[in-house]
């Protein structure tokens, strides 16, 4: 999505440090985006690196939790790695697991039968989650994912900016000099 070149492998764990890359959505309008690494069961209590890239997470506007529908191996099911993230940020932080969260399920290029393989993936994650379909390697979907980033943080940015300009008037001091 961005012009950042981070290291990618079809291995866990190729990720070690968290990598920004600015994705342009035309000439006036960009965000940043930052791809931490994977998590893994026990990063709240430390496990791995877990702790240094959930504070990366804080900052954040939008979380992206990124599940490959299509794994690597036989025996891992994606529902359970997606639930496990949940419960992490969850025992981490209750304001963290609050935040806009989207699924993005990668690696629809992988998949004869993508329809159903999504929709028994939706069914069984059983949450309303606004979701997205996309081939990292190809860009399928990415353009779409992108434009409906932009559209969300410009609207969070509208309303944080609302939100201070209310603050700001409800604080406002008015001082009445009765020699006037």
């Known amino acids: ?21 600015v994705v342009r959505v035309s000439h006036e309008k960009s965000f940043v985006i930052a791809d931490i690494p994977g998590l ?16 990366h997470l804080a ?13 690597m191996h ?8 997606a639930h496990a993230i949940l419960n992490e940020l969850k025992k981490y932080d209750e304001e963290l697991y ?8 990668n690696k629809l290029d992988l998949l004869q039968d993508r329809d159903e393989k999504v929709a028994a993936f939706l069914k069984e ?4 989650t606004r979701h ?3 081939s990292a390697i190809n860009g399928d979907g990415c353009k779409e994912l992108t434009y409906a980033i932009m559209e969300h943080l410009q609207a969070a940015a509208e309303a944080e900016q609302e939100a ?6 409800e604080t406002e001091i008015v001082i009445h000099d009765p020699l006037a």
């Open 125 to 128: 994650f059983g949450s309303d």
């Open 164 to 169: 201070v300009t209310e603050s700001a008037q």
């Open 74 to 81: 036989e025996g891992v099911d994606p529902v359970h790695e």
């Open 98 to 105: 609050n935040k806009p969260r989207w699924l993005i399920l």
């Open 59 to 71: 900052r954040t506007r939008l979380l992206l939790h990124i599940v490959d529908i299509a794994p």
């Open 40 to 55: 893994i069961e026990g990063a709240a209590e430390g496990a791995g690196l877990g702790h240094q890239f959930l504070r």
């Open 1 to 21: 999505m961005s012009a950042a070149r981070p290291k990618v492998a079809d291995y866990p764990f190729t990720t070690l440090h968290p990598n920004l890359g």
């Open 132 to 134: 997205f379909t996309i």
